[in-house]
């Protein structure tokens, strides 16, 4: 009786497992397959409680990014106090798991600690504390994290500098002087500047271009670009996105896609997800990702995707529920996991 029992109950279970296609990609893993790092943003809430995401990130991705939990707000909450814990666990996580970390975000409009809003001092002070915070920031994670978006999002789309609370009180300098502050307390880091529309925006994209090599030309570190890449299934078009990155690598520069996304949601419509969406979100990804392997091997930091599943919110231009990711919801891959693996499996950019 007993025996009956375990003979149904085994394949049973096996046989669950060996359908649940959240378990079978162990052999298809994304990284495994791709020359360059394939990165994932990481919740910090999910990898400390959910297995299956978890488990999930570990076996496809080898490069991690902190969604939230290494921006300003979250590391320097007040001026004397920074807050490390989150960000030192998914430090140990990647070290145990041999992943890379790459920090995300030292200098930015948004995530802003109140302290900085309210920080009141002249140009000198203002310097002084962005050097204090950059600083104390770099030096924690050396000899660990090794690349940085040192400056996020400082340009608009019409190339014009953003107005924010550095500009206002250090000047455009605000810029060169986060990179070299970073570059002193760890010189053999990699740093980047990250934006988001410079596959979209030529504008936005030559005035970044033309700044970094003016930052270049006077002896400031700076190694590569973070483009964001929170594209629409239908937009920009693929030959945007491949001539921004030639673009950028033509300029001497890394380029990491550093956020990706694919939106399925048009303009302010919640709409219904449908099959043929999921074709077409599968179908940009595989020529993105293709176009990315066209890039030389020196120049690809590596596809860093901007969560592991679906739904979420569109990052830019409009704030809907949307599908951009590569899993569902119930952390099953979809066609858009396939068009990844696809584009690398089939080597069409060797
Ligand atoms: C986003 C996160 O994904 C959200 O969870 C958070 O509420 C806001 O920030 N550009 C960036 C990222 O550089 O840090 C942003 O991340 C998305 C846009």
Known sequence: MKNCFFCILFPLIFSFHKNDKRFDNKDQALYKNADFPVGVAIKIKRLKND???????????????AENIMKPSYLHPEKDV??????????????????????????WHKSLPSWVENFKGNKAAWEAMLKEHVK?????????????????????DDGSLRKNIWLKNIGESYI???????????????LFYNDFNLEASRT??????????????????IDGIGMQMHVKHYYPDINAINQAAFKVQENGLLVHYSELSVSLNKKNKSLTLTNEMLTLQKKKIKEIVEGYM???KNAQFGITIWGLSDPAVAWQRDKNIDWPFLYDQNYNPKPAY???????????GS
């Open 51 to 65: 297995a299956i995401y978890r488990g999930l990130v570990r076996e496809q991705f080898n490069s991690f990014t």
């Open 82 to 107: 920074f807050y490390f814990d989150d960000a030192d666990y998914l430090a140990e996580f990647c070290k145990k798991n041999n992943k890379r970390l790459h920090g995300h975000t030292l200098v």
């Open 136 to 156: 104390t920031i770099v030096i924690h994670y050396k000899g660990f994290i090794n690349s940085w978006d040192v400056v996020n999002e400082a340009f608009n």
């Open 176 to 190: 060169e002087k986060s990179f070299i502050y970073a570059n002193e307390a760890d010189p053999t880091a990699k």
């Open 204 to 221: 936005k994209l030559n005035t970044v271009l033309q700044f970094v090599a003016d930052l270049k030309s006077r002896g400031i570190k």
């Open 294 to 296: 066209k890039l030389k």
């Open 338 to 348: 396939y068009g990844f693996l696809e584009a690398l499996t089939e080597k069409t």
